[in-house]
């Protein structure tokens, strides 16, 4: 009788094809899967999943855990939700190539554009690199509880070849072209996972210059595809202001038309133009239904600023009074805000600012929820703190300042600014359901003091699939298929992502019935005391990456089989022979 390492028993597998789930066994040996269906023998270890799903382990495009990988073994929060297969290097941000005179100007934009702290990244990062190889490299001697993938940062290779006239967004020379152009081959082809860039203002370093890349020239963008194109291997990752929506499009169109690499670019509602995402998603599926390989990335919620006093920015952070007790450790704060005396003084002030995002933004009561628990990422208006201070018969900034004291200071506010011009998750169903479109957007690792959506993977099996009441909601054959093979294969790692005989052993048993995130919390385990936001989740039964339980109920096991993934994965011999 056959004995394997692992089986899982009796689960609902959800197969990640989007075929019907059946109710079967999965068997496990030597890192891949060994039996589906109906397994004789016995399990080194065996695991009871009746009355649970059993999925591929899932696989996030769109993380920022660059920083991260350099110091830890835990990509969390993601590994934490589901997720075995983690893409990092996205928007055109990270640490490699870099000369060591840019050590600071690199930390400056991270810290800039995803808010992760200069002296954390200045005392984490050991800089035992130069060049994206020797980059690949350093990560390759590390472990993790995920598979982590590394993509080429446009800023920081503009900025390697071209030294201050990049990081100045002068316009690239036909040398400076080619150069990129050299670079990006070489990192493809040592196993970088593709290529991301950034256009947009919203991306600005920490002292307020713009991203390197934000303007740019075609032929700049087209030379490093073309680099791609030559190693025939790499996807394109992109992020767009689309202020001109059909030259944007048409211009990406072309850049995936004359290099033929597959290209993603992030796909969101924005409350100044409310149906503008509609224009853009015309162009990608059009494309797509040509025959081109262009995706939009999708987040499944809002993609929301969280607010608090032990966090990056609250409603009074541009107050003068507010900013006599900024620089107070946490207990103290609080302390302050409960004398009758001061919280008056602060209830009066006003923002003392010319940010329109601090002045106007934080002050929108009527667009700003109250956190609670159960977290609910759709709230209706009744939710808001203007209703609330309406129901209260009080000021809505007082109910703010209440709300965040509660849980001695940790109580948060939710502050969705994009997905959520309408009060609803409608056109992101409608998002989502595209055939042009792939679920991204977590930026797992990044935003550690503003966003925590490395749990949306978590929302997407609670929200989408059991809870919502304000639309319809999605199959979960559909939402697993999304998340695990079409993600998996959009990059190229057709190793996993399918629940099948000859594939990666990558694994989430999941109870789904009692399946619950919990409230992001505030947890100081970043380098030089850093603090970072952290959300973790209930009914993860186990999550398995390369035949090993990582994760047990939502509680590390210490396993770290994860590794560093060096580009495109074929499928195994034993696999294809299975099919």
């Not at 009355?51 to 990509?75: C, N, S």
């Not at 992001?520 to 990456?545: F, K, N």
Request: charged share 20%; aromatic share 6%; net charge negative.
């Amino acid at each position: 009788m056959a004995t394997h390492d692992l089986i899982i028993r009796g689960g609902t597998v959800i197969d990640g094809s989007g075929a019907p789930a059946f109710e079967g066994d999965v068997a496990v040996s030597g890192g891949v899967i060994t039996g589906v269906g109906k397994v004789n023998g016995k399990g080194i270890e065996e695991i009871d999943a009746r009355g649970q799903v059993v999925t591929p382990g899932f696989v996030d495009l769109h993380t920022h855990y660059d920083g991260q990988a350099a110091w830890a073994e835990a990509i969390s929060p993601s590994s934490l939700h589901g997720i075995t297969t983690a893409v990092m290097g996205n928007c055109g941000v990270g640490f490699a190539p870099c000369k060591p005179e840019d050590h600071g100007r690199l930390i400056r934009l991270m810290e800039g554009v995803e808010d992760i702290p200069y002296p954390v990244l200045e005392e984490g990062l050991p800089w035992a690199w130069e060049s994206f190889p020797d980059y690949l490299d350093f990560l390759s001697a590390r472990k993790f509880d995920t598979d982590i993938c590394a993509q080429l940062p446009h800023a920081a290779l503009r900025v390697f070849v071209m030294g201050d006239r990049g990081a100045n967004r002068e316009d690239a020379t036909p040398a400076d072209i080619a150069a990129m152009k050299q670079l990006a081959k070489e990192a493809v082809m040592a196993g970088a996972m593709g290529f991301s860039t950034s256009r947009t203002l919203n991306h600005r370093t920490s002292d307020g210059q713009p991203t390197p890349t934000l303007t740019a020239s075609q032929e700049e963008l087209t030379g490093i595809a073309m680099g791609l194109a030559e190693a025939g291997r790499g996807v394109l990752q992109f992020v767009s202001d689309f202020n001109d929506p059909q030259k944007e499009a048409a211009m990406l169109r072309r850049l995936v038309e004359v290099s033929g690499r597959p290209l993603s670019v992030s796909l969101a509602q924005a409350d100044v133009a409310p149906e503008g995402w509609r224009l853009l998603l015309g162009a990608i599926e059009a494309a797509a239904a040509a025959g081109l390989p262009i995706r939009a990335q999708v987040a499944p919620r809002p993609v929301g600023v969280l607010l608090g006093l032990d966090l990056t920015l609250n409603p009074f952070s541009a107050h003068p009074v507010y900013r006599e007790i900024a620089d107070l450790q946490h207990a103290e704060r609080v302390r302050k805000l409960n004398e009758p005396g001061f919280r008056a003084r602060l209830l009066a002030d006003e923002p003392s600012t010319d940010n329109p995002f601090l002045k106007v933004m934080l002050r929108s009561f009527g667009k700003i929820f109250q956190l609670s628990d159960p977290v609910d990422y759709e709230p209706g208006p009744e939710r808001t703190l203007e209703a609330i201070a309406a129901r209260r018969g009080v000021p809505p900034q007082e109910v703010a300042l209440d709300l965040m004291l509660e849980r001695d200071g940790q109580g948060m506010l939710y502050l969705p600014f994009l997905n959520y011009a309408q009060g609803s998750l409608d056109p992101i169903a409608e998002m989502m359901q595209s055939p042009a479109t792939l679920p991204g957007l977590s930026d797992g690792g990044a935003h550690v003091g503003m966003i925590c959506d490395g749990s949306f993977t978590t929302t997407m099996l609670t929200h989408w699939i059991r809870d919502r009441t304000r639309g319809p909601k999605l199959s979960p054959e559909f939402l697993v298929h999304k998340q695990s093979r079409a993600t998996a294969e959009w990059i190229g790692l057709w190793d996993r992502g399918l629940i099948s005989p000859g594939l990666r052993a990558d694994l989430n048993v999941i109870n789904l019935s009692g399946l619950k995130l919990h409230l992001p919390e505030v947890i100081r385990d970043l380098p030089a005391g850093g603090r970072r936001l952290m959300q973790r989740a209930s009914g993860y039964t186990a999550t398995i990456l390369k035949g090993e339980v990582t994760h047990r109920n939502g509680t590390p096991t210490g396993a770290k089989p994860g590794r560093l993934v060096r580009g495109k994965q074929a499928a195994p011999a034993s696999a294809l022979a299975a099919e």
